[in-house]
């Protein structure tokens, strides 16, 4: 410390110099600890690499694909969703915090005057301005200021991270909606399919040349159509309802035009895995958690060291109507005073270790996070991929189940077949036709996911920089 300081008289100027002056920063500077980042994506088959240029502008990462409706819905989510108003108001509480803590780099200044009056005395006026100051010798408060800023980063990433979860969850809603109205739209085309297979063995039957079973049997495969057709009004409705909640308003409000599913998908930029820690905001929110922990570190530091206050006064103690007052009886004081702990019972040594082990518990939450973004992409660009490859067989199996159902319908009116055979397959048409929509919603789906893991256009510059005060060299003791 003499060192530093080149003698007593040093120590003293340092101690009576500006807030922001500190000889030391207690704990270890920080330093982003590596996390594993593979070259390459392994499921990044036939995809081209995107440049700068092929973002998506500005975070509206629904325009890529171009639904109309989509578009009015999702920026809706940011504006009146009321968990991200508490996660905003969250995010306005860490900056006050961060206020909190530089306060403590200044002096405190009060002003309590009082009069009394008593028999002896008379009026007795007490005026005083009177201040007190701790210097951050040491850099505690420092290191405060620098883990209650990481602190704030890490509410905006969060808030980001929420923001871009909830767009999420309301673009898969539209996608089950979507699906819903495409599966309502199959099912009248197969209502007017089994109603012509109706007319038709009703017409046998009354030509004397189909039993009355057929009949009944057309009948009750076109009713079960008619009321599966009906039944998608539930999910429908409830994935309208899911989506009015997510933008802010209650579900009487929302009422959205029916629309078919999309058949395919857009391109998709896919940049080089390394920008991925720059691009999503959970990985940026555990690895500004791990700055914060790291600071804190320095904060448990400071229990080791002293604290050395400066207290003063001056004003006017007196007889208030006495003409001159400010030089009758002006008073003035100042005093140093040193606090240091002795003997707390390990109370620091263990605070510190806490310290130490929330951030190594907070490195391993950083790296885990990275691990689970590159699975997540990994996981959509592969369920595109397959997803594609598995849509081309299932669209020549409904071409062939469809071609099948004519000639069985043929065959059945030539009295060359029965009519299960016509039920068979017109059974098997539609749940072809209806694999195929899955398929369609579930690659739709991927696609929707693939941009939201690769951060949906945010990015690590969107960050807030909170105040930090200046911070010196470490003790390197301490590191």
């Known amino acids: 410390m003499i060192s ?62 171009g639904d109309r409706e989509l578009s009015l819905l999702e920026p809706q989510v940011s504006i009146s969703n009321q968990t991200l108003k508490q996660d905003e108001a969250n995010y306005r509480l860490a900056l006050a915090l961060i206020a909190e803590a530089r306060a403590g780099l200044f002096p405190t200044v009060n002003f309590d005057p009082s009069l009394t009056r008593s028999h002896t005395a008379g009026y007795l006026l007490n005026a ?30 969060d808030l980001a991270f929420a923001t871009l979860s909830a767009q999420s ?17 199959l099912l009248v085309d197969t209502v007017r399919q089994f109603q012509r297979s109706l007319d038709i063995t009703q017409n046998q039957y009354n030509a004397g040349t189909a039993a009355k079973s057929d009949v009944i049997n057309a009948q009750a495969q076109l009713l079960a159509a008619q009321a599966q057709q009906i039944n998608t009004g539930v999910a429908r409705q409830q994935n309208e309802h899911a989506i009015a909640v997510l933008i802010g308003r209650p579900p009487s409000e929302l009422s959205i035009p029916h629309a078919p599913l999309a058949q395919g998908i857009p391109a998709i930029p896919v940049s080089l895995p390394s920008t991925l820690l720059e691009r999503r905001p959970d990985i940026a929110a555990t690895e500004r958690l791990m700055q914060e922990e790291n600071a804190a570190i320095g904060v448990a530091f400071g229990g080791y060291y002293p604290d050395i206050t400066l207290t003063g006064a001056f004003g006017y103690i007196g007889d208030p109507f006495i003409k001159q007052i400010a030089g009758a009886n002006p008073a003035w004081s100042y005093a140093e005073s040193l606090a240091q702990t002795l003997f707390n019972g390990g109370l620091t040594d263990a ?15 950083y790296r885990q996070t990275v691990l689970t973004a590159f699975q997540q992409v990994e996981d959509n660009l592969v369920a595109i991929r397959v997803f594609g490859q598995e849509i081309k067989v299932q669209i020549e199996t409904v071409k062939a189940a469809q071609q099948a159902v004519e ?61 930090t005060a200046p911070l010196t060299p470490v003790l390197q003791s301490e590191q």
Do not use: H
Request: glycine residues 8%; proline residues 4%.
């Open 169 to 185: 969850t309301l673009a898969l809603a539209y996608v089950l909606l979507r699906e819903n109205d495409s599966l309502y739209d």
């Open 407 to 467: 000639i069985a319908i043929n065959e059945y009116r030539a009295g060359t077949q029965n009519f299960t055979t016509v039920v068979t397959a017109e059974a098997t048409a539609l749940t072809d036709e209806e694999l195929l929509l899955a398929t369609r919603a579930e690659r739709l789906t991927a696609a929707f996911s693939l941009v939201v893991a690769l951060g949906g256009g945010w990015n690590d510059s969107k960050l807030p920089i909170p105040f």
């Open 4 to 65: 530093c300081f080149g003698s007593w008289r040093g120590f003293v100027a340092v101690v009576a110099s500006a807030p922001l002056v500190g000889c030391f920063v207690i704990g270890p500077n920080y330093v982003r600890p590596a996390a594993i980042v593979p070259a390459q994506y392994k499921e990044l088959k036939g995809w081209k690499i995107a440049s700068p240029r092929d973002d998506f502008a500005k975070g509206e990462w629904w325009r890529l694909f």
């Open 351 to 365: 605070q510190v270790a806490a310290a130490r082990a929330a951030y190594e518990s907070s490195v391993a939450s």
């Open 128 to 157: 005083q301005v009177a201040g007190s100051w701790t210097p951050d010798i040491w850099g505690k408060v420092r290191r405060a200021i620098e883990e209650q800023g990481a602190a704030a980063q890490v509410s905006a990433a």
